[in-house]
């Protein structure tokens, strides 16, 4: 019996202790009641009443009971509404004292933090966009988690160095590498495992070793991972592109050849017809050299464009097809009409992907996507690729890794970039003179279609033999003002911003950009037609009274950061975020170094453009 009640008062003790979730209640309110429930009290009062057998009439003594236990419940109920009111008036008062102070530190806040904060919320409604993968993979919750495998690896000595070599290496080319288990880079074009023939073309053509964006891109394009690109302009990443497309319809030529109806292996996405033209031109060279060797198939590559009839390419169509290069409208018009499928595709490049995954063609990119039936290898090539469209991108692809040669967007500095004051009404005039500066060939920017006209008009009749290029030129006056250009049979050509991306013509002295474009990318586009692949050249640009001043402030920066000369006029342009003390960070929607997000040229046009719902391209991308 003793052992009994020890048990039962060491129990009871073990109850009242503390328990981790209860001890600061037992700890600091001693007068804590545990809650009996009432009929329970009710049970124990009566039943010690009972046992207390006295004469008294029970029940009248139950009926005082009942009434005392009633006026106890009621009054505890009261005690119980006093105290829920004074907690929820502690909160309130709590609440408008949090109110209150949160006022008091808006009020203090700047108005660059108060900008700053607002272009966060900017962001975060960016952020917010849809991933970019097909609609059938978003409403199947389907997605990927592994790299696509190849049997590609880099030779073993190279694999056998430690990853501090790697990274040493590229530290000397100012490779900035991100993403899980980065393939190696690789010094000369002969450790990459690339037909002997290919390397003899290569070499032709004064291609002899990787620049940094093929030393890096390339082994991790041929492992089968997912990728960015960047690099400035003229640096060479066509071939960082191409060489693994060609590599991977090799070898699915060489376990299955390709027969009619089968194909492509992969594709390859422009904003421009003229862009695609040219990769397409590449790819064909490259190819046709492989097959020219002997040992290696003829590859069949498809130029899908708007503006030129496909039944020019049926030979190509009657055929296994392995490469595709195209525009956004005309390949989904082929595909929408099964001319080929994506069936077995499994490579998706898209080159100045900036733009193709840019507000206005992200549409098109997501349809495209839809028509692929298995995972797919991804590579977004760009010179210009601003934070947002980079992290945008990523979540889209699978274990993705950044290849970045410099800062995207940052000008090459190859290019002497003079930036002149000319006035409008003297700009026509100056134009001529300035031509005297280089010999050609020297190309014109304008932003302006009609501008692009009266400029070659002018100098026509100056006697400058001048082509023209822009969005509502024929189809077949584009491709004879690239041509000429090209040949040199022409030594001026004069272009709107359709010409401005990814052309590559054969040393261009000169480039005058006749307006500056708003926005800072397209100039960094645009000066990069000269200095490219290693040399030098010069872009001359005219700015006034009528070139915005946050244009004139994004090119300021852009200047200093190529530690290029500033000249007078810009140097008094003052950046009014620095003289409210705030960040000088660049705009995370286009890359400008002069403006923050709610200033943002390029979302404005964005959202101007979907406001007016038509395309992007102009008139050169789409169909
Ligand atoms: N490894 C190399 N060595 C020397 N020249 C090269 C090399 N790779 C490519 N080139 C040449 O450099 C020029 C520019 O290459 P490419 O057009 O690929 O540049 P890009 O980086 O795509 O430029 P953009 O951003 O303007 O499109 C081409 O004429 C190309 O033949």
Not at 104 to 115: G, P
Not at 325 to 339: C, H, Q, S, W, Y
Not at 346 to 370: H, T, W
Not at 469 to 496: C, L, N, P
């Amino acid at each position: 019996m003793q052992e009994t009640a020890n048990i039962t008062s060491k129990r009871r003790r073990l109850q009242r202790s503390p328990s981790p979730v209860s001890y600061k209640l037992d700890d600091e309110d001693s007068t804590y009641e545990p809650y009996i429930p009432v009929a329970q009290r009710r049970e124990a009062k009566l039943a010690k009443l009972s046992s207390l057998g006295s004469n008294v009439d029970k029940e009248k003594s139950r009926k005082q009971l009942e009434e005392l236990l009633e006026r106890e419940d009621e009054e505890r109920e009261e005690e119980r509404r006093r105290e829920k009111a004074r907690r929820e008036r502690t909160l309130l008062m709590e609440a408008q004292d949090v109110h209150s102070k949160k006022a008091a530190e808006d009020a203090k806040k700047t108005d660059v933090e108060k900008a700053e904060e607002a272009d966060a919320e900017i962001l975060a409604a960016i952020a917010s966009r849809r991933k970019l993968a097909s609609d059938l993979e978003l409403a199947k919750g389907i997605s990927y988690t592994d790299s696509l495998k190849t049997s590609w690896r880099a030779p073993r000595y190279i694999r056998e160095r430690s990853e501090e070599q790697h990274q040493r290496l590229r530290e000397k080319y100012h490779i900035i590498v991100d993403g899980e288990d980065i393939p190696p880079p690789i010094e000369h074009f002969s450790d990459m495992k690339i037909p002997e023939a290919m390397i003899s073309f290569l070499k032709e053509r004064k291609i002899i070793t990787p620049t940094p964006i093929q030393l890096q891109g390339i082994p991790t394009a041929f492992s089968g991972r997912d990728m960015i690109g960047i690099a400035f302009t003229g640096s060479g990443k066509t071939l960082a592109f191409c060489l693994p497309i060609i590599m991977m319809a090799l070898e699915a030529e060489a376990r299955l050849p390709l027969v009619r109806g089968e194909g492509p292996v992969g594709v390859i996405l422009c904003p421009s017809r003229e862009l695609a033209t040219q990769t397409y031109e590449n790819v064909l060279s490259w190819a046709t050299a492989l097959a020219k060797d002997g040992k290696y198939p003829q590859l069949n590559t498809l130029l899908c464009i708007g503006g030129i009839s496909m039944g020019d390419q049926s030979h190509v169509l009657n055929k296994g097809l392995h490469i595709v290069v195209a525009t956004p409208g005309r390949l989904i018009d082929m595909l929408e009409k099964k001319r080929f499928t994506f069936n077995n595709c499994k490579y998706l490049c898209m080159d100045e992907a900036d733009r193709m995954i840019d507000l206005g063609f992200e549409d098109d990119v997501r349809n495209i996507m839809s028509f692929f039936k298995r995972q797919r290898q991804t590579l977004l090539f760009s010179a210009t690729m601003p934070r947002k469209i980079q992290d945008f991108a990523q979540q889209s692809l699978i274990k993705p890794i950044l290849v970045n040669v410099g800062r995207a967007g940052a000008a090459n500095l190859d290019v002497l970039q003079v930036v002149e004051y000319v006035k409008q009404e003297a700009k026509m005039v100056y134009l001529l003179e300035c031509l005297q500066k280089t010999a050609p060939p020297v190309i014109i920017f304008s932003e302006n279609k009609n501008e692009v006209d009266d400029i070659q008009e002018y100098l026509l009749l100056k006697g400058v033999e001048a082509v023209a290029i822009h969005g509502s030129k024929t189809q077949e006056e584009r491709q004879y003002a690239i041509k000429s250009f090209k040949t040199g049979a022409k030594d001026v050509m004069v272009a709107s911003g359709v010409a401005s991306k990814g052309l590559d013509f054969n040393d261009v002295q000169h480039v005058i950009i006749f307006s500056m474009p708003k926005e800072i990318e397209d100039y960094v586009h645009q000066i990069g037609r000269t200095g490219r692949s290693g040399k030098t050249g010069i872009a001359t640009t005219f700015v006034n009274m009528s070139t915005p001043e946050q244009t004139l402030l994004d090119l300021k920066y852009l200047l200093i950061e190529a530690g290029q000369k500033v000249p007078p006029f810009l140097q008094t342009v003052e950046d009014p975020r620095a003289a409210q003390g705030g960040s000088l960070k660049g705009c995370p929607v286009c890359g400008g170094l002069g403006h923050g997000i709610s200033n943002c040229p390029k979302l404005e046009d964005a959202q101007r453009r979907q406001t007016a719902s038509h395309r992007i391209d102009d008139g050169g991308g789409g169909y």
